[in-house]
């Protein structure tokens, strides 16, 4: 038997040394999470482990994550990842009946792993090894006294008593940890008080007002303007960013004529401008609801970048996020589009966290992944042979206009109908080029025209509806949309990956 080993009537039964072991696990994410709120929040180590996930996730379970969860799969990402840390910290613990330091030393190397993948994020500094460094050391010697404490006090062999004294201990400090960690952060980060004191700037050029005519009253139909509430969120950000008005700071740079630097003092000069604008995730299913209209509040990309002075052979705008998300922007989309926007007000108020406070790109037309960077601080002008985005590097399209698309609201999926007249309605989009016409099917009948609701812009979505006289039976109802150039929405059903799923949009219901 070895100096570091334990005798039989030693050792903690094997329930019990995988509970020390999840306690001790606690205990590093706890502390690391406390440590990180004073060094930089994204070091946290469960958000590093989270991240690195994001970062590595392949494209097919990317897809089937937000196709399965939505706007939920960082919650589906987050218990996924506590069930892996349960399992690896029971088999920690049973490494610990036998060896508690070797189990103990594991769990410190596990945490010098996390350091290191910190260190690889975007925008770390040697300090973000600190948090899962401090957190590893502290979980090992919890996980030690864990196992030894009760042996010891008990002079032979491990009591209940004892041992459960002890992981009461470990389990409220590593709670207390975790909790202390996130109320020094909001502290020292308040951004809900930074936000609350922002009055968002009066525009000189207000959107155009949404008409009766534009938003239909149909039970069931999406509203031309969606709520805030309601806007999807999809991102890289497990831990949303914690970015103040006075940190904020936007640097244009690269194929410039000269490099400028905006901050909010600099915003409170400039010309604000409102846009509605309907923003489309790349990820979105055919008939999906990753898309959203609101009214924008910012002021001018093209009149930014004309400071700056874009040299002639740049062609892309590579934008950066604080937590270092990229995107990459073609040039063109921005330069003379009054609407693409430096955005700091959603739908009448300042943007929320989670949709890019203090400020974010909005560039109508074109998937949010190359085009709606949160969180921005950062745009180099540069090109495309020169420079890939986070999204393209894994295989994404680098430019990825908004491809014509339609859906059904109502009826509802598997509805069962009255015979005689129904309502059909939804909304069809082709931001950039607008809709002409909408058409419905019913089985393998001829497409029916329509009615559209009023045009807002080219870069918005427009209702529609259709008047069907139902009859008995089970019914397939298909639609598609004309865009104005003409060209009607293709049948050839593809997925997301890598430029935007394309295909008709389905319904079956019983007419009773």
């Known amino acids: 038997m070895t100096r570091d080993s334990t005798t ?53 379970l990317k897809d ?21 840390m349960v399992i690896v910290a029971a088999l920690i613990g049973l490494l610990a009946r036998r060896n508690v330091v070797l189990a103990a030393g594991l769990l410190g190397g596990l945490g010098v792993v996390v350091a290191s993948l910190a260190l690889l994020r975007p925008v770390a500094t040697p300090l973000w090894a600190v948090p899962a460094l401090v957190g ?52 020292i980060r308040d951004i809900g008080a930074d936000r ?10 207000p959107a155009a007002p949404v008409t009766p005519e534009m938003d239909l009253a149909v039970p069931g139909l999406t509203r031309f303007r969606t709520p805030t509430a309601d806007f999807y969120r999809i991102d890289t950000a497990l831990q949303l960013p914690a970015l103040t008005r006075a940190q904020w700071r936007l640097r244009i740079h690269g194929l410039v004529d000269r490099e400028i630097t905006v901050d909010f003092d600099d915003l409170r000069d400039r010309t604000a401008v409102a846009s509605t604008i309907t923003l489309t995730c790349v990820s979105n ?51 003379g589009n009054p609407d693409a926007l430096l955005a700091v007000g959603m739908n009448g108020v300042p943007l929320p966290v989670e949709h890019g406070y203090p400020a974010r ?19 180099e002008l540069t090109r495309f042979d020169r420079a890939s985005a986070y999204w393209t590097e894994r295989g994404w399209a680098a430019q990825a206009p908004v491809k014509t698309a339609s859906r059904i609201d109502v009826p509802s999926a598997f509805a069962q109908l009255p015979r005689g007249p129904v309502v059909v ?86 007419v009773r």
């Open 64 to 84: 089937s994550a937000i196709r399965w969860f939505g706007t939920n799969d960082k919650l589906a990402l987050a218990i996924t990842m506590g069930v892996v």
């Open 361 to 379: 790109m909005i560039v109508p037309g074109l998937y949010g992944y190359v085009s709606a960077t949160k969180w921005v601080i950062d745009l």
């Open 136 to 187: 590893a050391g502290a979980g090992a010697a919890a996980l030690y006294w864990l196992v030894r404490r009760p042996a010891a006090t008990a002079g032979t062999g491990p009591t209940r008593r004892g041992f459960l004294l002890t992981l009461a201990a470990v389990t409220a400090g590593a709670a207390a940890a975790g909790a202390a960690g996130r109320i020094i952060g909001n502290r």
């Open 196 to 205: 609350s004191a922002f009055v968002l700037p009066r525009v000189a050029a």
């Open 425 to 510: 309605g939804g909304v069809a989009w082709a931001q950039g080029r607008g809709v002409r016409a909408v058409e419905v099917q019913v089985d393998d009948g001829p497409w029916e025209r329509a009615t559209l609701a009023a045009a807002y812009s080219i870069d918005t979505w427009r209702q529609w509806t259709w008047s069907w006289n139902a009859t008995p039976g089970t019914h397939a109802l298909r639609v598609r949309a004309v865009d104005a150039t003409g060209t009607v929405q293709t049948d050839v059903r593809t997925p997301p990956f890598p430029d935007g799923a394309t295909g008709w949009h389905s319904r079956v219901v019983t």
């Open 285 to 335: 299913e055919v008939g999906g609801t990753l898309a959203g209209t609101a009214t924008w509040v910012g002021y001018r990309l093209t009149e930014l970048l004309a400071e700056a002075g874009p040299a002639p052979e740049a062609d892309m705008i590579l934008s950066r996020s604080v937590d270092g998300f990229t995107a990459g922007t073609p040039l063109a989309a921005v330069l």
């Open 8 to 60: 039989p009537d030693q050792r903690l039964r094997p329930t019990a040394a995988m509970v020390a072991a999840t306690a001790a696990a606690g205990t590093v994410l706890g502390v690391g999470h406390l440590v990180a709120a004073v060094v930089a929040p994204g070091a946290s180590p469960f958000f590093v482990l989270g991240a690195t996930v994001v970062d590595h996730t392949p494209k097919w």
